[in-house]
């Protein structure tokens, strides 16, 4: 259940960050994590990632 994917966006507020990624048939997805989180992966434009889904929401992750 998860996916590579490129960051496209990244949206801080006060609290979260929602962060939008391009899959690699064209599709796109948005999750929303904390802020903290985003700022430690290192979160940006172009970033490759994995997005992963758990039940209902999908998750996002980079390599280490």
Do not use: Q
Not at 2 to 24: G, K, Q
Not at 43 to 56: E, T
């Amino acid at each position: 259940n998860r996916l590579p994917c490129t960051v496209t966006r990244v949206h801080l507020d006060e609290i979260n960050a929602e962060i939008y990624v391009l899959l690699p048939n064209g599709e796109t997805l948005s999750c929303l994590i904390t802020r903290e989180h985003a700022k430690a992966m290192k979160l940006i434009k172009d970033s490759s990632a994995w997005i992963l889904f758990k039940s209902n929401a999908p998750m996002i992750g980079i390599k280490i």
